[in-house]
């Protein structure tokens, strides 16, 4: 269906790199037809080393509101005129709403997790929670999961100082038991409750690629959350859906997190109706 572009049509967008794969376009799009509201949203593919001039250019050009993704959701702070205290908390934002100084930065990421974690049943309270990767989606989850009181977090990251680090900053502001281990230390891990993958290893064209390819690593969990919605399964999902662990893929999350950052650049909220419909919409335009 052809949005009515006008004059008055406000932009918002999604930068990152790669973008390809994005269905935040389909999400936002369908809200705004959904609510009558005269924005469109489109994904914008932007070089390591243009991040700061794409965001003073989309200031410039007036674009009320971006979403920010892989790889920039911490190199884009210093870009910011102004950051909400929970992103300022994880040191990581993916929602950019535009004001009169400037972009002021926000973390969705965390709630959308949250939410979809709830409708699923899967508890971190109490929990001994394993987080493979520590980039910007990593630090929500990290953080989120010490909130939730989680009784320890194991951060698996290729870079062993990265991983620290978030230890470090989960430590900061949480008294929660952190442990960080190398992907070759892994087969030394103790049983535990869940596994969130964050990293975008296995994210398409590159179906076939799972960050954890030990075999016992599976027999030492019941849940596996893979942050990843496309493919629907990733290598991760299937090694842990072979083994009879329950899974949940980062689709709703995705909805979640993009529902948080449309009620936060335009003021509104959105029933539960809409969302139904919305997730109808897509799950029909991408089969
Ligand atoms: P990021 O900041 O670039 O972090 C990527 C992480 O993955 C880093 O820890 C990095 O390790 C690790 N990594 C990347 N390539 C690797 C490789 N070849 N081998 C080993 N480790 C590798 O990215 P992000 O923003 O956190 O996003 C990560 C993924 O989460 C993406 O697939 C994104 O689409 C997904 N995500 C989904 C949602 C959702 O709503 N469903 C929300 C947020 C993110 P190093 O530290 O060693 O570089």
Same mark, same amino acid.
């Given at each position: 269906?052809?949005?009515?572009? @006008?004059?008055? /049509? ?12 994005? #269905? ?8 705004a037809?959904?609510l009558?509201?005269? &924005?469109?949203?489109?994904? +914008? ?6 991040l ?8 410039? *050009?007036?674009?009320?509101?971006? @979403? ?5 959701? =911490?190199?884009?702070?210093?870009? *910011? ?13 993916? /929602? ?11 973390? /969705?990421?965390?709630?959308?997790? &949250? ?10 309270? =109490?929990?001994?929670?394993? #987080? ?29 100082a ?8 989960v ?5 929660? =038991?952190?442990? %960080? ?9 103790? /049983? ?19 960050? %954890?390819?030990?075999?016992? +690593?599976?027999?030492? &969990? ?7 919605? @496309?493919?629907?399964?990733?290598? +991760?999902?299937k ?5 009879? #662990?329950?899974?949940?893929?980062? &689709? =709703? ?35």
């Open positions: 269906m052809q949005q009515n572009i @006008n004059g008055k /049509t406000k932009l918002l967008g999604v930068i990152g790199n790669p973008i390809e794969h994005t #269905i935040s376009p389909t999400i936002h799009n369908t809200l037809k959904m009558n509201m005269n &924005f469109v949203y489109v994904p +914008f593919k932007v070089d390591y080393n243009d700061g001039k794409a965001i003073e250019g989309a200031q410039a *050009l007036n674009i009320v509101g971006l @979403n920010i993704t892989v790889p920039y959701k =911490e190199k884009v702070i210093p870009s *910011l005129c102004d950051i909400m205290p929970l992103a300022k908390q994880i040191g990581a934002v993916n /929602t950019l709403k535009l004001t009169e100084k400037g972009y002021v930065g926000y973390n /969705t990421d965390a709630d959308g997790l &949250f939410r979809s974690l709830n409708e699923h049943a899967i508890t971190l309270r =109490e929990s001994h929670i394993v #987080i493979i990767g520590a980039g910007g989606a990593a630090r929500a989850v990290a953080m989120l999961c010490a909130r939730e009181k989680a009784n320890k977090i194991t951060i698996i990251n290729r870079t062993r990265k991983a620290q680090e978030l230890a470090h900053h430590r900061r502001h949480y008294p929660t =038991e952190m442990e %960080v281990l190398r992907f070759h230390d892994i087969h030394g891990i103790d /049983t535990f409750d869940v596994a969130i993958q964050t990293t975008p290893i296995g994210m398409s064209p590159n179906v076939l690629n799972n960050p %954890v390819t030990d075999d016992s +690593f599976y027999d030492k &969990f019941h849940t596996a959350v893979d942050l990843i919605y @496309n493919p629907g399964k990733t290598a +991760f999902l090694k842990a859906e072979e083994k009879g #662990i329950q899974i949940l893929n980062g &689709f =709703e999350m995705l909805l979640y997190q993009g529902i948080k950052a449309y009620e936060i650049w335009n003021n509104v909220e959105i029933s539960d109706s809409v969302l139904e419909e919305v997730i109808r919409q897509i799950k029909n335009q991408n089969g």
